[in-house]
């Protein structure tokens, strides 16, 4: 197949070979001046990424009732729930509650957690209070035999075997290895009431016998 084209001088029809025809016009094409305003890469992506957003918009709209007004009503309504939920459940746990050791590398004495705990309590610094406490309950109860000493034991853990012979306090046991997890693993803060129960619990266990027939191998488990 052949092209037609017009001589500028004369004004008469020449004959071209459709291969030739191309070729002349891929390089006439292919010159910087009709590709210089063309977008570049990123651009055209960037633009189609657009036009689907607008696409999906448009269809999500066109199924909603009320047209574009009701899908923004919707949107907001979604996202005032996320905030609702957000601030219901509090602080997003970084890890699994429970998942985490109760004590560091370091060993220390029931006595010396407590010193701890009470260096952080003058100070209002509540988290670190809650953890050394806890850790000061679980260390007097290694201590005194209550608890065998293992690694790698967590607040739960150490909270459901001494409960099984100081049944008593089985309750406040948990709930302070609870408030230890919260605010070790949960991002939650401690407050000074929590420590205040977290003392008294010490100091009554300090006082309590353990349950008779109890012993710690089988609280170890």
């Not at 008469?12 to 210089?36: D, N």
């Not at 290895?177 to 129960?197: L, P, S």
């Amino acid at each position: 197949m052949a092209y037609l084209a017009v001589r500028a001088d004369d004004e008469v029809p020449v004959t071209i070979p459709r291969v030739p025809a191309r070729e002349a016009a891929e390089r006439e094409l292919s010159k910087p001046m009709y590709q210089e305003h063309e977008p570049g890469l990123f651009q055209r992506v960037l633009d189609w990424f657009w036009q689907r957003i607008d696409d999906l918009l448009n269809a999500a709209s066109g199924a909603t009732p009320g047209g574009t007004l009701g899908l923004f009503v919707i949107v907001v309504v979604v996202v005032l729930l996320v905030i609702a939920l957000r601030l219901r459940l509090g602080a997003l746990r970084r890890g699994p509650a429970g998942g985490g050791t109760l004590f560091e590398n370091r060993v220390r004495s029931a006595a010396e957690h407590r010193a701890a705990a009470e260096r952080h309590a003058a100070d209002h610094q509540w988290d670190q209070a809650v953890q050394e406490r806890m850790r000061a309950v679980v260390r007097s109860l290694e201590e005194r035999a209550l608890l065998d000493p293992r690694p790698g034991r967590t607040a739960d853990e150490a909270a459901a075997e001494a409960g099984r012979s100081l049944p008593g306090h089985a309750d406040r046991l948990h709930s302070a290895a609870q408030d230890f997890d919260d605010v070790t693993y949960g991002g939650r803060h401690a407050t000074a009431d929590e420590y205040a129960r977290l003392r008294d619990l010490d100091l009554d266990l300090e006082r309590s016998k353990p349950l008779l027939g109890a012993t710690t191998a089988g609280g170890a488990g």
